[in-house]
Antibody, heavy 120, light 110 residues
């Protein structure tokens, strides 16, 4: 059974960089059929797609966040990571990593999510 | 890229049917048959219910069904059960390897 687990600091100061890692277990991140994505949910709000990456390193970002976001992949560790720069309180959210089916375009496996609070 | 529009809330009694709408534009919902729906119980990982507008993954009860007309997709939950009380989100492919989510609908089983 595929599992995804987010990890990283739960508290980040304003103007700093938020860094999270998603570890994939029970399957290979190198699968040609899938992309890997980050989605977030601010408190009391809906889900927002942040971006996705293919195991080759090709990245795709939400246009509204593109200037802040960097997603990378480490196939040797079966992990992919998110960096969000110059964070503000508006970036406080539960961050999820998920697997995206590359042909049918749905997110089928999700992590449990991790709350990241931006505060001094 | 704007969020898809969902009603903030919906409700129904056990056994009844409820339909949740998801309205986008011709650049997302109306332009592609790649609408999916997710059930989200707070504190848990979202669960895929419907993909490609109306297809159900194995293990999802046939009480959940999806459809689309123009720029609006819909999720219907038939035979409401207490465990269906959750938040529901739609998402659509929006071209150029980008995705857009709806704002979410809180379903209450009365």
């Amino acid at each position: 059974q595929l599992q995804l687990q987010e990890s990283g600091p739960g508290l980040v100061k304003p103007s700093e960089t938020l860094s999270l890692t998603c570890t994939v277990s029970g399957g290979s991140i190198r699968s040609s059929s899938y992309y890997w994505g980050w989605i977030r949910q601010p408190p009391g709000k809906g889900l927002e797609w942040i971006g996705s990456i293919y195991y080759s390193g090709s990245t795709y970002y939400n246009p509204s966040l593109k200037s802040q976001v960097t997603i990378s992949v480490d196939t040797s560790k079966n992990q992919f990571s998110l960096k969000l720069s110059s964070v503000t309180a508006a970036d406080t959210a539960v961050y999820y990593c998920a697997r995206l089916h590359g042909n049918h375009y749905y997110f089928d496996y999700w992590g449990q999510g991790t709350l990241v609070t931006v505060s001094s | 890229q704007s969020a898809l529009t969902q009603p903030p809330s919906a409700s129904g009694s056990p056994g009844q049917s409820v339909t949740i709408s998801c309205t986008g534009t011709s650049s997302d919902v109306g332009g592609y048959n790649y609408v999916s729906w997710y059930q989200h119980h707070p504190g848990k990982a979202p669960k895929l219910l419907i993909y490609e507008v109306s297809k159900r993954p194995s293990g999802v009860p046939d009480r959940f069904s999806g459809s689309k007309s123009g720029n609006t997709a819909s999720l219907t939950v038939s035979g409401l059960q207490a465990e269906d009380e959750a938040d529901y989100y739609c998402t659509s492919y929006a071209g150029s390897n980008t995705w857009v989510f709806g704002g979410g609908t809180k379903l209450t089983v009365l």
